[in-house]
């Protein structure tokens, strides 16, 4: 290695570690009633920190790749699939954007790929309806100390029920009032891990007299009904 791309290869390691930091995430997932669902994740980064010299950014920046080949890997496992991650440039102010589609066939089993593998997240029955939790914590990748108060951290969830209780915010465009959001500068997250949580209403399993009680109640009703009406009646 000439003494020229060592001191470029180095440049580029102090600036990933010292500007991973200046990455805005946004991140829409989508939650169906069986667990499955589908992320859209779009990250964004000023285009001067992508490529440095020859040398081009891979998953250093904030553990986000803009990689198309290591982008697929991250984010594909046996219950997750990725379509063709989309890299563009904004002119305007100079950054550099990926987007891209993951689907998922089982919400609690995303931390199977390994892009999701520091994070903690679960649906799951609970006392109330269904519980919610997405938690990241402050040791990953993207919380270092390099940041400014227009790096931002937008998370938005689409749940297959009305939300009853969050630490979001309910979505004002949601009708049925069954999306949360969260939103934090990524100067929150370089001290304080991120937990976002819900409860929402169950609609696969509607308990009280019109779930499973009232059909059965009906059934043995009828079975008594044509039971007394098939006896005749004594005349003393």
């Known amino acids: 290695m000439t003494i020229v791309r060592y001191?470029?290869?180095l440049l580029f390691l102090v600036l990933a570690t010292f500007l991973a930091g200046c990455l805005n995430v946004e991140q829409k997932?989508?939650?169906?009633?069986?667990?499955?669902g589908t992320i859209h994740l779009h990250y964004w980064i000023k285009s001067m920190y992508v490529n440095i010299g020859d040398v081009?950014?891979?998953?250093d920046i904030g553990g986000f790749?803009?990689?198309a080949s290591e982008i697929?890997?991250?984010?594909?496992?046996?219950?997750?699939?990725?379509?063709?991650?989309?890299?563009?440039?904004?002119?305007?102010d100079s950054?550099?954007?990926i987007e891209v589609d993951i689907t998922f066939k089982d919400f609690n089993k995303l931390t199977e790929a390994s892009g999701f593998s520091k994070l903690q997240m679960s649906y799951v029955k609970g006392k109330d309806g269904m519980d919610f939790r997405y938690f990241i914590p402050k040791d990953t990748n993207i919380a270092l100390t390099y940041t400014k108060d227009w790096h931002t951290l937008e998370y938005t969830f689409e749940f297959p029920g009305e939300v009853i209780a969050t630490n979001g915010t309910i979505e004002n465009g949601s009708k049925e009032k069954n999306t949360a959001k969260w939103l934090y500068k990524v100067s929150d997250h370089a001290q304080n891990d991120?937990?976002?949580t819900?409860?929402?209403?169950?609609?696969?399993?509607?308990?009280?007299?019109f779930g499973i009680e009232l059909p059965v109640i009906l059934l043995f009703g009828l079975i008594l009904f044509k039971a007394n009406s098939g006896k005749k009646i004594k005349v003393n």
Not at 29 to 36: A, G, P
Not at 56 to 59: A, L, Q, T
Not at 198 to 209: L, N, Q, R
């Open 29 to 36: 997932t989508k939650i169906n009633e069986d667990l499955s």
């Open 198 to 209: 819900a409860t929402v209403k169950d609609k696969s399993g509607i308990c009280g007299m």
């Open 56 to 59: 081009e950014m891979g998953d």
């Open 7 to 9: 001191s470029k290869v």
């Open 194 to 196: 991120l937990e976002f």
């Open 95 to 97: 950054t550099t954007h």
């Open 65 to 67: 790749s803009f990689v």
């Open 72 to 92: 697929k890997k991250k984010y594909s496992s046996p219950f997750s699939e990725v379509s063709l991650p989309r890299r563009y440039e904004i002119e305007k």
